[in-house]
């Protein structure tokens, strides 16, 4: 993890930071080819296993909405879980962020969720 101090007095994470910058460009692209006058809510689908820290990614949209149409908007965040599926039994379950080995039969498995990490709606007037 990196961290650094910011002007704004809090230790934020350049990883979260960019993040919220793309996510933002994402935003306001779309919020310009709807000719919308502001952005009232940002809703973003973070999967559990994206590596993105939602407190972190709070912290991160106010400093990058600040100078924006979007100064004003809520944020909202949906955190998808870490699914994954036995590649031999077929049993789907939600994992923790280490399992590797299906607990019905002990064969390993793959991720179906969890790495989401995308603008999921804006709502804009
Ligand atoms: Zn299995």
Redesign the pocket.
């Known amino acids: 993890m990196v961290a650094r101090r910011s002007p704004f007095g809090y230790n934020e994470r350049m990883h979260e930071l960019s993040v919220a910058q793309s996510m933002m460009s994402v935003a306001l692209e779309n919020a310009a080819a709807n000719n919308a006058k502001k952005i009232l809510r940002i809703a973003l689908v973070v999967g559990k296993l994206s590596g993105v820290s939602v407190d972190a990614l709070r912290f991160a949209f106010d400093a990058v909405k600040a100078d924006t149409i979007a100064n004003g908007a809520a944020l909202v965040i949906e955190e998808t879980a870490a699914d994954a599926r036995?590649?031999?039994?077929?049993?789907g379950f939600e994992a923790g962020q280490y399992d590797f080995l299906?607990p019905?039969?002990?064969?390993p498995?793959f991720p179906t969720g969890g790495n989401e990490l995308y603008v999921k709606e804006l709502e804009i007037e």
């Open positions: 036995c590649g031999a039994c077929g049993n299906c019905a039969c002990g064969a498995v």
